[in-house]
C-alpha cells in the first residue's frame, strides 16, 4: 500500500497533538484537588457534589458535539473546545466557593465532552485517507498526555507553584499546542453523510470532495450496488447503535473500577501496602496503554470483531479467575489484563458508530461518546452499593460481566477488512 500524502501525514500528527492535550489538560488539575479542597474547607459530601459537576456538564452538553461538528468542522471544534476547557479549568483555580468552582468544572466538562468527540471525528476522517486503522494510537496518545498532565502537576507541588500560576501556564501551554495542531488539519468541513460498505462498520464510499463517490468500494460481497447495501442496513441502525454503546460502557466500566476501586480494593481487602496497592491501578493504565499501540495493527490484522471478542474475553477470564482466588500479586494481574483486554473497545465503538449507514458523520459517534458517559457516573455507585452489601470483591463482579457483555455483543463489529481511502488521490493532492 503506498504512503499516504505528507498533507495526511501531517493530519496524523495534528490529531495525536490534539488527544495530548485533551489528556493532559485535567490530568494538571487532579493531583491538586485535596489543595483545593482544603482552601475551601468543604466537606467530603461537598465536595464529592462539586467534582460531580465536571461529568454532568459533559452529559449536559455532549449532544451538541454532532450539529457543531457540521457547523464549523472536527478540527476547529477541537481546537476551540480545547481553549475553552483550559480556561474553565484555570477558573476553578480563581473560585473562592464551592459554587463558583462546581460552575467553573461544569463549564470545563462541557468542553471537555464536545472536544472528545470532535477530535475522535477528525481522527476518523484522517483514518479514512489512510486507508487502515490508526485512532488506537491517538487513544494511546491521550493517556500519554494524562501521564504528561499528572507529572507536570506534581513537579509543581514539588516546587510548590502556585495553583493559579500552574494551571494558567499548563492551559496557555496546550491551547497554543492545539492551536498549531490546527494548522496541520485536515482542511475544510467533515462529509455530511456516512455509507457503510458490504460490513457494517467499515467505511467503503464517503464523498471525495467533488460529489462523486467510489461505487465499487460500496458494493458488498454479492456485488450488490450502494443502494442495494445500504437499503437493508437502514431499519438496524437503532439496535446497532445501542450495541455499541454498551460495549463503550464495558469499556468505561473496566476503566473506573480501576480509578475508583483498584487501590481501596487491594489496600483495604486483600491487605496490601499503599505503595503495592496502588500499582493496581497503574497496571490496569499501563496495559491499557500497551494495548493500544499495538490495538491498530491487530485490528487490520484480525477486524475489530476479533479483537473486541478477544478483549472482551481476557476482561472476564482474568478478573474472574483473580476475584476467585484473591491475591494481591493475581489481583495485580487480574487488572491489567482488564486494561490490556479493554484497550481498543471504546474507539472500536466509536469508529462504527461514525461509519453506520443512515447517520451523518458526528451523530453515531455523538452518541455514543454521550451515553458512555453514563457508564463513569452509574458504575461507583452501582459497585458501592453491591460492596456495602456483600463486599468489595462481590463489586467488582461489574468487570468480568462487562467483558462478557462485549464477547455477547461483539457481532455488530466489523469482522476483518482492509479499510480503503475514501479520497482518491488526485483530491487529497488539492489539501
Known amino acids: 500500500m503506498p504512503l499516504p500524502l505528507p498533507e495526511v501525514r501531517r493530519a496524523r500528527g495534528a490529531v495525536a497533538a490534539m488527544f495530548l492535550t ?34 454532568a456538564g459533559a452529559i449536559l452538553a455532549g449532544l451538541g458535539a454532532g450539529a457543531l461538528i457540521r457547523r464549523v468542522g472536527s478540527a476547529p471544534l477541537a481546537v476551540a473546545g480545547t481553549i475553552l476547557t483550559a480556561i474553565g479549568l484555570c477558573a476553578a483555580s480563581w473560585a473562592p466557593v464551592a459554587g463558583l468552582l462546581a460552575l467553573a468544572l461544569l463549564v470545563a466538562g462541557a468542553c471537555d465532552a464536545i472536544t472528545d468527540v470532535a477530535q475522535n471525528a477528525h481522527g476518523l476522517r484522517v483514518q479514512r485517507r489512510y486507508g487502515r486503522s490508526i485512532i488506537n494510537s491517538f487513544h494511546a496518545v491521550w493517556s500519554i498526555g494524562a501521564v504528561l498532565g499528572g507529572s507536570m502537576a506534581a513537579l509543581a507541588i514539588a516546587l510548590d507553584v502556585p495553583l493559579r500560576v500552574h494551571l ?142 478477544t478483549g472482551g474475553l481476557i476482561i472476564a477470564v482474568g478478573m474472574a479467575t483473580a476475584l476467585a482466588f484473591p491475591s494481591v500479586p493475581g489481583t495485580i494481574i487480574g487488572f491489567a489484563l482488564a486494561g490490556l483486554g479493554s484497550a481498543t473497545l471504546v ?29 463513569f457516573l452509574a458504575s461507583p455507585p452501582l459497585v458501592g452499593l453491591v460492596a456495602d452489601a456483600a463486599g468489595l470483591r462481590y463489586g467488582l463482579l461489574v468487570v468480568p460481566v462487562a467483558g462478557v457483555l462485549v464477547i455477547a455483543l461483539s457481532g455488530v463489529l466489523s469482522g476483518r477488512r482492509p479499510l480503503r481511502r475514501t479520497e482518491p488521490e488526485s483530491v487529497s493532492a488539492g489539501l
Open 22 to 55: 485533551n489528556g493532559a489538560l485535567l490530568a494538571n488539575l487532579l493531583p491538586r484537588y485535596p489543595e483545593i479542597k482544603g482552601e475551601l474547607g468543604l466537606a467530603n459530601s461537598t465536595y464529592g457534589l462539586v467534582l460531580a459537576a465536571f461529568p
Open 168 to 309: 494558567g501556564v499548563s492551559g496557555a501551554l496546550f491551547a497554543v499546542i492545539s492551536l498549531v495542531a490546527l494548522r496541520f488539519a485536515l482542511p475544510g468541513k467533515d462529509p455530511e453523510n456516512s455509507a457503510g460498505g458490504a460490513d457494517v462498520g467499515t467505511s467503503t464510499a464517503v464523498p471525495d470532495g467533488t460529489g462523486a463517490t467510489d461505487d465499487t468500494a460500496a458494493t458488498d460481497a454479492a456485488g450488490a450496488p450502494p443502494s442495494a447495501a445500504l437499503r437493508p442496513r437502514r431499519g438496524r441502525t437503532v439496535p446497532l447503535l445501542a450495541a455499541l454503546i454498551v460495549i463503550a460502557i464495558g469499556g468505561t466500566l473496566v476503566e473506573d473500577a480501576g480509578n475508583s476501586w483498584a487501590t481501596l480494593y487491594l489496600a483495604r481487602d486483600l491487605g496490601a501496602p499503599a505503595a503495592i496497592a496502588a500499582t493496581g491501578y497503574i497496571a490496569l493504565v499501563g496495559a491499557q496503554f500497551v494495548g493500544r499501540l499495538v490495538g491498530d495493527s491487530l485490528v487490520d490484522r484480525f477486524g475489530q470483531r476479533t479483537v473486541a471478542r
Open 347 to 375: 474507539p472500536a465503538a466509536m469508529q462504527e458508530a461514525d461509519d453506520l449507514p443512515g447517520l451523518r458523520h458526528g451523530t453515531g459517534l455523538t452518541v455514543v461518546s454521550w451515553l458512555m458517559r453514563l457508564g
